[in-house]
């Protein structure tokens, strides 16, 4: 011990494994981000409910996966009569109508809704839309959607992952998230991408096109 009060050998031993740690130090696998802001799901039949008999969905902007974000929009309602205007919707249409919101989204409706990946419903939140020319209610359809990373096979085998294998990400930014159980989703028709909603980025300061890595 020196006369300063301080133990030099211990304080250099914690010097000497800071170093080593960051020599061993590595990036991970980049990602660009995808932020998801709240949207819909419809069948055909409720599309025609909403829009009018005959109604087709018309295309604004294509997706991955063959999905595309739709000319049209609705009004979300909660059970307490709270709405959210204007929320886009996706295409083509599904088996089964959903909604996807954040957790800011839901306590603006003033409805508890669980954390599901997108098409698990059973049990979900239920839900009224309103379309120009009708309306629907769902005793259940309504989700926050589980952050995932979409990856083709090549980029799966690149990091020797599988469709449904759940990794850590890190976002090297001020904020150094760490976002744990991220699903996998492989498929030819996907672009690389993790998609995260606007609660998880405004919280995590990461925007759309941001990178993140695979850990």
Do not use: W
Not at 15 to 33: L, R
Not at 133 to 147: D, P
């Amino acid at each position: 011990m020196s006369t300063t009060g301080i133990d030099v050998e211990s304080l250099t031993r914690m010097i000497i494994s800071c170093i080593k740690e960051q020599e061993g130090h590595t990036t991970g696998f980049p990602v660009p981000v995808g932020v998801s802001n709240r949207h819909i799901h419809l069948t055909e039949k409720d599309v025609e409910t909403l829009f009018g008999p005959g109604h087709k969905l018309t295309k604004k902007k294509d997706l991955m996966g063959g999905q595309f974000a739709a000319e049209e929009c609705c009004t979300i309602v909660g059970l307490k009569l709270r709405a959210i205007e204007n929320v886009r919707v996706l295409g083509p249409t599904r088996s089964k109508t959903q909604v996807e919101i954040s957790l800011t989204d839901a306590r603006k409706l003033g409805i508890t809704v669980p954390v599901r990946e997108s098409g698990d419903v059973q049990g979900s939140a239920p839900i009224a839309i309103v379309g120009p020319k009708g309306a629907i209610y769902l005793n259940e359809g309504c989700i926050i959607a589980a952050r995932h990373i979409h990856m083709s096979p090549e980029d799966a085998a690149k990091c020797n992952l599988k469709d449904g294998d759940y990794v850590r990400v890190r976002a090297e930014n001020d904020r150094g998230t760490v976002f744990e159980h991220v699903k996998i989703r492989v498929d030819k028709s996907f672009t690389l991408e993790m998609h995260i909603d606007t609660d998880e980025a405004n919280a995590s300061t990461i925007k759309q096109g941001d990178l993140v890595y695979i850990i």
